[in-house]
Structure formats: structure tokens, C-alpha cells
């Protein structure tokens, strides 16, 4: 059987990811039109569903990232991809309400855990020894086409076809990185001594934990973001009749394909000014852009679109400097380790960023006021400008 390799390895995973990714944000993109209004759900409520995603994700990937310094990354990335896809079909088919859609999409994030960070393990792996920043970082890239793909499928089919159709369609996805798994070369990776499962080296990887805890607070912002901005819009739109320049739908997919060029900028920012000095610069931005949405939610259309496009860019731009930072600090034998704790703080801070923002909108008023918008943004804005904070500490000796 001919392997992948080289640039054509690359491609494969990133496009596998991209199906991977097809059923990512199914959840948000639709709740505001369909879930929220069928189950009778507030802000709060839905955003603990969203984020039950993320929560299922950080509760595996501590456990499936580890074990890749055990195991070839590649059993691992297929076993996920499968759960993942399987998981995406049943919520189509069996979710009748918060609790049970919230555990369905739980396992659903279980699966991803065993997919996301795995084949990033699976790509690093089998790339000849160098500098892996720009392979890392087109493959966090392909992270923004494959949401931006899954805001658009879900968004369509549902309108068209019903809410559980979204489900069952963006659950072939998977399927892509399933077939670039039987195409991996085999990989067996030298083991760390000790228990697999022991985070303790990592903790004293100073340098790496200042790229964890930052990748937090941007997953933090990130998810909030993702999570609410359909629904944001929804207000928007409401509120302005046929002012509107953009629909949800159109949106939700331009911001989200903003990240690819975004991240692979920031990354090459970071590599001419410092990754520390980049990063810190984007997430002060990105906060600041936050506030401003927040604070202007009542203005025209076209201002506010100007400022989520802004976002769009500021939010996902460091994430690519911040994955290939971490790659980069982490010891080779405790790549998957770090990997692990990476992705562990990462989409636990995303789960508490979609629901924090839900609780805020609810606290100041809920999607129909636009202080409870205030209240959401300023969330976002102090999640991600606690980046900066971490980034200083892990340089301090």
C-alpha cells in the first residue's frame, strides 16, 4: 500500500480534520431558530447544552491524547472520528430535550477528543525532524474552514429539511479522516519512562504551561463566540428589519473562514516579533473589539458587522502561534502529554466560555436586550485578556 508523505501527509490530515470538523458547531448554529424555541430553552440552559461538547472533549482528552506516547496516534484518530460521527447521527435521531441532547453531544465532544489533538500527534509524528510551525499551524488553520463549513451545512439543511437532517448529514463527515487513516504509514512512538498518564513533567514545563493557560483563554473567547454569535445576529436582524447587510447564515460562515488566513498571519507574526510579544498584542485587540460589540449592539448593521469581522480576525488569530509555541516548548517524549493537558485546558475553558456568556445574557437581561449582549461581550473580553497574564507569568523565573 503506497503512504502518505510529505506535503501530500499534510494535506490529507488537514483535509480529513476538515470532515472531522463538519459536525463541530451543529449545536450553536441551529439552537437559536430550533432548539431554544422547541425545548423551551433559556440562554443559560443552551449554552450548558453547546458546551456539553467541549466538556465530553475535556473529560477524554487527558486520557486518548496521553496514551498517543504509548500508542500510534493513528488507532486512535480512527476509533474518534468513528465515535464522533456515530455520536452526530444519534443526536438527529434520539435528543428530545437539554438533558438528553446534552449527553449525546457529551459523547459526541468524547469522540472529537479522540480526533482533534490525536491527529495533530498523528501529523507531528510523521513529519521529518525541523521546525513544524507552519505544518501546526496550517493544520489549527483547517480548524476554521471545517466550522465554517459546519455553520453553513447545518444552517441549510436545517432550514430546509428539519433540524434532525443537520444532524444526519454532518455526520458523514467523519467518514473523510477514517479513509486518510487507512492511508497513514504505521508509527510506533518511543514511549516516556514513567506512567503514561503522569502530567507532572509537564507541569514543570514552565514555558509550555504559559502557552497552555493562554490557549485557554482563547478557547475560552473562541467557543463564546461560536457559540453565540448566531444568535447575536439573530438579535441584530431583529431589531433592524431589511437593514441587515448579512444573514446568520452568511455571518457565521465569513468569521469563521476569516480564522484560516487569521491564524496563519498570527503565526507569522509571531515568528518575526516573538511569539510572546504577538500573542499578548492580539488578545488585548481581541478584548477591546469584544467591548466594543458589546457596547454597540444597539448601533447600526453595518457598524456592528464591521466590528464582528474585526473579531472574526483578532479572535483565532493567535491560536496557530499558541498551538505550534506549546508544540515547540513541549520535551519530545511527553509530546503527547503536553498535547493532552494542551487541549484538556483548552476546551475545558471553551465549555465554561459558552456557558459563562449564556448566564451573563440571561443575568443582564437575556437575547432580546441589549444589555444582556453587553454583559456576554464584557465576559468574552475578560476570559481572553487573562492570555496576556499567563504568557507574562511563564516568563518570570
Not at 66 to 90: E, F, K, N, Q, W
Not at 178 to 183: F, K, P, R, S, Y
Amino acid at each position: 500500500m503506497t503512504h502518505l508523505k510529505g506535503r501530500t501527509l499534510v494535506a490529507a490530515i488537514c483535509l480529513g480534520q476538515v470532515g472531522n470538523l463538519l459536525p463541530h458547531v451543529v449545536v450553536p448554529a441551529i439552537m437559536a431558530q430550533h432548539l431554544m424555541p422547541l425545548w423551551n430553552l433559556n440562554a443559560a440552559q443552551a449554552g450548558l447544552m453547546a458546551g456539553a461538547y467541549a466538556f465530553g472533549y475535556m473529560l477524554a482528552v487527558p486520557v486518548l491524547t496521553a496514551l498517543t506516547d504509548r500508542v500510534d496516534a493513528r488507532r486512535i484518530l480512527l476509533a474518534g472520528s468513528a465515535v464522533s460521527g456515530v455520536a452526530t447521527l444519534a443526536f438527529g435521531l434520539f435528543a428530545d430535550g437539554m438533558l438528553s441532547a446534552a449527553l449525546i453531544w457529551g459523547i459526541a465532544g468524547v469522540g472529537f477528543a479522540g480526533a482533534y489533538m490525536p491527529g495533530l500527534k498523528a501529523l507531528t509524528d510523521r513529519l521529518p525532524p525541523g521546525d513544524t510551525s507552519r505544518s501546526v499551524t496550517l493544520y489549527t488553520a483547517s480548524f476554521s474552514v471545517g466550522v465554517g463549513l459546519s455553520f453553513l451545512v447545518s444552517q441549510i439543511v436545517a432550514d430546509r429539511f428539519g433540524w434532525p437532517a443537520a444532524f444526519r448529514i454532518t455526520a458523514l463527515g467523519p467518514l473523510l479522516m477514517v479513509a486518510v487513516c487507512l492511508l497513514l504509514e504505521p508509527c510506533k512512538p518511543q514511549p516516556s519512562p514513567g506512567h503514561w498518564l503522569d502530567f507532572r513533567p509537564v507541569f514543570r514545563n514552565r514555558t509550555a504551561l504559559g502557552y497552555i493557560f493562554g490557549y485557554g483563554a482563547h478557547c475560552f473567547e473562541l467557543y463564546g463566540m461560536r457559540t453565540w454569535i448566531v444568535p447575536f445576529w439573530t438579535f441584530v436582524a431583529a431589531r433592524n428589519a431589511d437593514s441587515v447587510p448579512l444573514g446568520p447564515i452568511a455571518l457565521s460562515v465569513i468569521v469563521s473562514l476569516l480564522s484560516l488566513p487569521a491564524s496563519i498571519l498570527g503565526n507569522e507574526a509571531a515568528l518575526r516579533y516573538g511569539r510572546h510579544r504577538a500573542i499578548a498584542a492580539i488578545m488585548i485587540g481581541s478584548g477591546a473589539v469584544a467591548v466594543a460589540i458589546g457596547v454597540s449592539a444597539t448601533a447600526s448593521p453595518l457598524l456592528l458587522l464591521v466590528l464582528i469581522l474585526v473579531h472574526g480576525v483578532t479572535v483565532p488569530a493567535d491560536s496557530g502561534a499558541l498551538t505550534s509555541g506549546m508544540s515547540a516548548s513541549a520535551v519530545p517524549m511527553q509530546r503527547g502529554a503536553t498535547l493532552a493537558l494542551h487541549s484538556t485546558i483548552g476546551f475545558g475553558l471553551s465549555a465554561v466560555g459558552a456557558w459563562a456568556t449564556g448566564v451573563a445574557l440571561d443575568a443582564a437581561g437575556g437575547p432580546a436586550s441589549p444589555s444582556g449582549w453587553l454583559a456576554a461581550f464584557a465576559v468574552l473580553a475578560a476570559g481572553v485578556l487573562l492570555g496576556p497574564l499567563a504568557l507574562w507569568w511563564s516568563r518570570r523565573s
